[in-house]
């Protein structure tokens, strides 16, 4: 039960979930059974979804009739990409494109929660894609049905060929952080689908949460401190000086992990592998000596807080490496994050009732209401 006064719901348990477990104490996270580690580097995003939505792995049948199911619902409709262009046009923000779009894809669509999970997690590449490419006076791609749904990411933002170790390293970063507990944008899409709203409806609220600095913002200051430094001599130097003005170095410490986030584990070794094949290899052994430095003079500094390398520095690592500009840090995130979303807006309403906490007031009490103007009729 909560306290009195408790803010921010803070350690209350507001659903049973079998989705995804994170343990802060051991630096765990489990999705479905399979410890992150296990999983991310080694799965097709496919197969995550198979999981997550229907509690198993997909056999080689489900597995082929998934992705193809998948890879046809990749058209956008015609109101959404008018609406990307009227985005595009008007400058708007990434996230706020990605937000309005999404609230399109129920137009001219039976309502299934099932067929909206799909639809949502097929759309969200062709979106984030379209809209990039709008916004610096290119046309969008055409979609195509014979690429995974991490190399069409990528073509959809890029076009031309995609390299195996660059859509593995996307594919192991919408593995990792697919999932992760009952985050804000996640509650956000709970609550709303607890209603007996749909699905489209609890995605486009998750996304508006997401969008927030508090919840979905920080990888690329992570990486903007990296080319801060610039050097590796210069390491220590520039740290020091920012924890003295009282800044946070970003990419370190979470509010949930006392130990190392389990899922900088897993992004370190994939951009340890892409960086070893492609990519800028002195950023990488740059962001490799910051890391070190800053987790040292952490700990030196702040003995009673653990404050190790989280998700966000190496997202930021491995997404700039993979091309992707940082105003699409985030709404890649989000093509990952749908996919939790949706899977959590299926179980809720499957087994979840109406989520209606309390809360409690700290207002006046007594007040009386006195007109101060006589009515003269």
């Given at each position: 039960?909560?306290?009195?006064?408790?803010?921010?719901?803070?350690?209350?348990?507001?659903?049973?979930?079998?989705?995804?477990?994170?343990?802060?104490?051991?630096?765990?996270?489990?999705?479905?059974?399979?410890?992150?580690?296990?999983?991310?580097?080694?799965?097709?995003?496919?197969?995550?979804?198979?999981?997550?939505?229907?509690?198993?792995?997909?056999?080689?049948?489900?597995?082929?009739?998934?992705?193809?199911?998948?890879?046809?619902?990749?058209?956008?409709?015609?109101?959404?990409?008018?609406?990307?262009?009227?985005?595009?046009?008007?400058?708007?923000?990434?996230?706020?494109?990605?937000?309005?779009?999404?609230?399109?894809?129920?137009?001219?669509?039976?309502?299934?929660?099932?067929?909206?999970?799909?639809?949502?997690?097929?759309?969200?590449?062709?979106?984030?894609?379209?809209?990039?490419?709008?916004?610096?006076?290119?046309?969008?791609?055409?979609?195509?049905?014979?690429?995974?749904?991490?190399?069409?990411?990528?073509?959809?933002?890029?076009?031309?060929?995609?390299?195996?170790?660059?859509?593995?390293?996307?594919?192991?970063?919408?593995?990792?952080?697919?999932?992760?507990?009952?985050?804000?944008?996640?509650?956000?899409?709970?609550?709303?689908?607890?209603?007996?709203?749909?699905?489209?409806?609890?995605?486009?609220?998750?996304?508006?949460?997401?969008?927030?600095?508090?919840?979905?913002?920080?990888?690329?200051?992570?990486?903007?401190?990296?080319?801060?430094?610039?050097?590796?001599?210069?390491?220590?130097?520039?740290?020091?000086?920012?924890?003295?003005?009282?800044?946070?170095?970003?990419?370190?410490?979470?509010?949930?992990?006392?130990?190392?986030?389990?899922?900088?584990?897993?992004?370190?070794?994939?951009?340890?592998?892409?960086?070893?094949?492609?990519?800028?290899?002195?950023?990488?052994?740059?962001?490799?000596?910051?890391?070190?430095?800053?987790?040292?003079?952490?700990?030196?500094?702040?003995?009673?807080?653990?404050?190790?390398?989280?998700?966000?520095?190496?997202?930021?690592?491995?997404?700039?490496?993979?091309?992707?500009?940082?105003?699409?840090?985030?709404?890649?995130?989000?093509?990952?994050?749908?996919?939790?979303?949706?899977?959590?807006?299926?179980?809720?309403?499957?087994?979840?009732?109406?989520?209606?906490?309390?809360?409690?007031y700290i207002g006046p009490l007594g007040l009386r209401f006195e007109?101060?103007?006589?009515?003269?009729?």
């Amino acid at each position: 039960m909560p306290t009195k006064g408790q803010s921010g719901l803070q350690d209350v348990i507001a659903a049973s979930t079998r989705l995804s477990r994170v343990d802060g104490e051991a630096g765990r996270l489990i999705l479905a059974g399979y410890a992150v580690e296990e999983i991310a580097p080694r799965a097709e995003f496919e197969q995550i979804a198979h999981l997550l939505w229907y509690g198993r792995l997909p056999d080689s049948r489900e597995l082929t009739e998934l992705t193809a199911d998948l890879s046809s619902r990749r058209r956008l409709p015609p109101p959404t990409l008018a609406l990307l262009r009227e985005a595009a046009r008007n400058s708007v923000p990434a996230m706020d494109a990605l937000r309005m779009a999404a609230a399109t894809l129920s137009m001219g669509r039976p309502e299934s929660p099932d067929e909206d999970a799909r639809t949502l997690v097929a759309l969200f590449p062709t979106i984030v894609g379209a809209f990039w490419r709008l916004r610096n006076g290119q046309e969008p791609l055409e979609p195509r049905t014979d690429l995974s749904h991490a190399e069409y990411c990528l073509h959809q933002m890029f076009g031309g060929p995609i390299g195996k170790e660059q859509a593995r390293g996307l594919e192991t970063y919408l593995n990792t952080v697919c999932d992760h507990g009952l985050n804000a944008s996640t509650f956000v899409a709970r609550v709303i689908v607890s209603t007996r709203s749909d699905l489209i409806s609890a995605v486009t609220g998750a996304v508006g949460a997401l969008k927030g600095p508090l919840h979905g913002g920080a990888p690329g200051p992570a990486l903007d401190m990296v080319f801060e430094i610039g050097r590796p001599e210069r390491a220590g130097e520039v740290i020091l000086s920012k924890l003295a003005r009282g800044e946070r170095l970003m990419g370190f410490g979470h509010r949930v992990y006392r130990v190392r986030d389990p899922r900088a584990d897993v992004l370190a070794a994939a951009a340890e592998r892409f960086y070893a094949t492609g990519g800028d290899r002195e950023l990488y052994t740059l962001a490799r000596a910051v890391e070190k430095v800053a987790v040292r003079v952490l700990a030196e500094r702040k003995p009673e807080r653990r404050l190790d390398t989280n998700v966000e520095f190496y997202t930021a690592l491995l997404l700039h490496g993979l091309g992707i500009p940082k105003e699409l840090f985030s709404p890649t995130f989000s093509i990952a994050r749908v996919l939790g979303w949706t899977a959590h807006c299926l179980e809720q309403l499957r087994d979840g009732r109406l989520i209606r906490p309390k809360s409690d007031y700290i207002g006046p009490l007594g007040l009386r209401f006195e007109s101060s103007t006589a009515n003269p009729n």
